[in-house]
């Protein structure tokens, strides 16, 4: 199984970008599906989850600004972010838990992608 992730960029202060990630490879199902995210000299922390029933969590200080969702038939997951500050500025990871790969019954976890860097300036 595979993480792509795409979208980041360079934004002003106020702006959005829309940040997608397309696991690929021989997959039943993804139950959890989220974003996390890595500034320089922080530890990695949680963004935004999914449920593949739809249910959503997110981190208090994205709450109101960033929506997650996905697409169960891709595979895909999806972060929009508005009205990004100077904060948000970091290397953002797609994540995967619970992947059933087809022939299997037993979920495997920890599947990363490779990183897509955003960043807030003026």
């Known amino acids: 199984v595979q993480l792509q992730a795409s979208g980041g960029g360079l934004v002003q202060p106020g702006g959005s970008l829309r940040l997608s990630c397309a696991a690929s490879?021989?997959?039943?199902?993804?139950?959890?599906m989220g974003w996390y995210r890595q500034a320089p000299g922080k530890q990695r922390e949680l963004v935004a989850v999914i449920i593949s029933g739809g249910s959503t969590n997110y981190a208090d200080s994205v709450k109101g600004r960033f929506t997650i969702s996905r697409d169960n038939a891709k595979n895909t997951v999806y972060l929009q972010m508005n009205s990004l500050k100077p904060e948000d500025t970091a290397v953002y990871y797609c994540?995967?838990?619970?992947?059933?790969?087809?022939?299997?019954?037993?979920?495997?976890?920890?599947?990363w992608g490779q990183g897509t860097q955003v960043t807030v300036s003026s």
């Open positions: 994540n995967a838990e619970q992947v059933i790969l087809r022939g299997e019954t037993h979920p495997r976890y920890n599947y």
């Open positions: 490879g021989s997959i039943f199902s993804i139950n959890v």
